[in-house]
Every structure is written in C-alpha cells, then in structure tokens.
C-alpha cells in the first residue's frame, strides 16, 4: 500500500507587530495584510498629486501640493476630503528634514513625526523617522531603506531588523500611457498603514529632489 503523500504546509504570511504601531491614528491599523497602490501623477489639477487606492481600487487617501508656500508643502487627505495630516519640508535642512503635523497645521504643539536623511551623501535610500515624543533622537523609532534606482524600499521598527511594510514600482501600460508612476505598498499588520503612506510620499519627494 503506497505512503500518502501529504504536501508540506504553506508558509504562515507576516504576523505584523503583536502591539499596534499607531503614529497617526489607530483606526488606520488594520489587524491584517493591507496592499495598497500609490499613483503619483504627472500632471495634478483636481484628484491631487498622488492618489491612494486598495485592492479594489477604491480610494483611501489623497495627497494634495500647496505651491504658493515657501516651503515645499503636502496635506494628506481621506476620501472624503479632509485633511489627516501635513508634511513640510523645513526650510533650511542639510538632511532633507520633513516634518508631519495633525491635520492641516504646522504648530509644533500638533507634531507627529519628522523625518531626515540618514547621511548627506547616500548612493541608496535612507531614512531615519523621529516621532515627535522622541526629542532627544539619539535612535530612530523607524528607518527607511532601498534602492533609488528601482523605487524599492523596506521600512524598519527602529534600527531593527523588524520589517513593518514594503514598496516596489508598479509597472502597467496604463500608467505609462498617461505619465503615471505607481507604487505597490504591502503593510503588515496592527502597522499604521497612513503613516506608511506618508513616508512613501516624503521617500518620493526626496527621491526627486535628488534627480533634480
């Protein structure tokens, strides 16, 4: 009588944080996987710069320029059209520093987090991320790593070893057509998948600032 044969079990998919990580709100923690694309448009004048939609195309987010400020300036906003949160490029910043207020403010009383280069000279991504109760920065709380070249990058907890979300370049014939560039975001769960969204944002504009 030949042996059964039992195939080995799949592998178990990424368990996220045990504790939610929430930076800008924990009803954006969601207790599963959440895949989500970031479309960046060429040319912005009504659904705003970048648009943010699930798996179902639905969209979530939307993020918004405001160019008559000195400074470079983008409000992150649900659905519906309100605003969640601000990132601000400061003004005079060796480190290319963001910073991400509540809302639509730049009061530093509504900080959330802020976000600089690693080093000035960098031939691959890196970022450190500073929650705002994190005065002293003497260690990030979260870190950006990848590749310029390829869009791609890993988002860290702290200066671990702890991978909390992903990103990669989507390439579709739709997107090309229209002058879209697309990011694929996969965040695991109890992540604060709007703080993700931000940092991809912030990531993206940097990654521009150092083309230009």
Known sequence: MAT????PPAPAPPSGP???????????CAPYTVDLTVTEKAISLTDG??????VNGNILFKVKGKFLSLRDRRILLDAAGNPLLSMQQK????HRRWQVYKGDSSNSADLLFSVKKSSLLQFKTGLDVFVASNTAE??????????FHERSCLIYLGDSTNVIARMHREY???NIVLGKDAFGITIY???DYAFVVALIVILD?????RHD
């Open 189 to 191: 769960p109890n992540v």
């Open 205 to 209: 504009e940097i990654n521009e600032d």
């Open 49 to 54: 710069d970048y648009v943010v939609t699930d």
């Open 138 to 147: 003497s260690q990030c709380d979260f870190k950006v790593k990848g590749s």
């Open 18 to 28: 045990a504790s939610k990580i929430a930076v800008v709100g924990e009803q954006f």
């Open 4 to 7: 059964p044969f039992y195939p």
């Open 91 to 94: 003004m005079i910043s060796m």
């Open 172 to 174: 579709t014939v739709k």
